[in-house]
């Protein structure tokens, strides 16, 4: 089991940056890929950027180039950077785990971007 929490959201301007964080239970070295979902009202939850235990990230089209996802095994937390904020961002944020005995979520962040 691993319990994630999310940190970070709040209201931000357009054009504006915040950043994300989701710490975990345990160490996240054993954990395969951790990743960043969003959903916002009335629509699906979306995959915004995926970091694999390799290192290797993976960044939905809407992000590509305004965010950064990363990892710290010493804090066992992983981070979305975000940029260049739109009102399209807007959603709820949820941090997901994966590993060998299961997917995790965490219970999500709001982030409201104002136009």
């Known amino acids: 089991q691993v319990q994630l929490v999310e940190s970070g959201g709040g209201l931000v301007q357009t054009g504006g940056s915040l950043g994300l964080s989701c710490a975990a239970s345990?160490?996240?070295?054993?954990?395969?890929?951790m990743a960043w979902y969003r959903q916002a009202p009335g629509k699906q939850r979306e995959m915004v950027a995926l970091?694999?235990?390799?290192?290797?990230?993976v960044y939905a089209d809407s992000v590509k180039g305004r965010s950064t996802i990363s990892r710290d095994t010493a804090k066992n937390t992983m981070y979305l950077q975000m940029n260049s904020l739109k009102p399209e961002d807007t959603a709820v944020y949820y941090c997901?785990?994966?590993?060998?005995?299961?997917?995790?979520w965490g219970q999500g962040t709001q982030v409201t971007v104002s136009s």
């Open positions: 345990k160490t996240i070295e054993s954990i395969n890929s």
């Open positions: 997901n785990a994966q590993d060998r005995e299961g997917i995790y």
């Open positions: 970091i694999f235990g390799s290192g290797n990230t």
